[in-house]
């Protein structure tokens, strides 16, 4: 099993910046493609990013680029999310995720096997 735990979450005001942290522990040997995404009220889990295990590939959606980026260290076993900028409507709980082999498609969250519990995020303008 592996277990994730996110910090870094708050209040951050537009024009600030943020940093997300998510730590992995437990069997955490051969996992690959991480990504972070994040479900406000009412709304669907939606996909900000994912990096693959050395880090070499990267994705964003579309709200995200530009503004956010995602990283891993894992000498540290952690990814990591700068979000830069953030607007209002980047208000969520932002959850971290982690793929074992065989990889899913990472921009669904079915791909996903290890879940962390969320952190919130609120932007104020």
């Known amino acids: 099993q592996v277990q994730l735990l996110e910090s870094g979450g708050g209040l951050v005001q537009t024009g600030g910046s943020l940093r997300l942290s998510c730590a992995a522990s437990g069997s955490i040997r051969n996992l690959g493609n991480m990504a972070w995404f994040r479900q406000a009220p009412g709304k669907e889990r939606e996909f900000i990013a994912a990096i693959s295990f050395a880090g070499g590939s990267t994705h964003y959606a579309d709200s995200a680029k530009g503004r956010f980026t995602i990283s891993r260290d894992n000498a540290k076993n952690t990814l990591y999310l700068r979000m830069d900028t953030p607007k209002p409507e980047d208000k969520a709980v932002y959850y971290c995720?982690?793929?074992?082999?065989?990889?899913?498609?990472?921009?669904?969250?079915?791909?996903?096997?290890?879940w962390g519990q969320g952190t919130q995020v609120t932007v104020s303008s």
């Open positions: 995720a982690a793929d074992r082999p065989p990889l899913g498609i990472y921009y669904r969250p079915a791909a996903y096997d290890y």
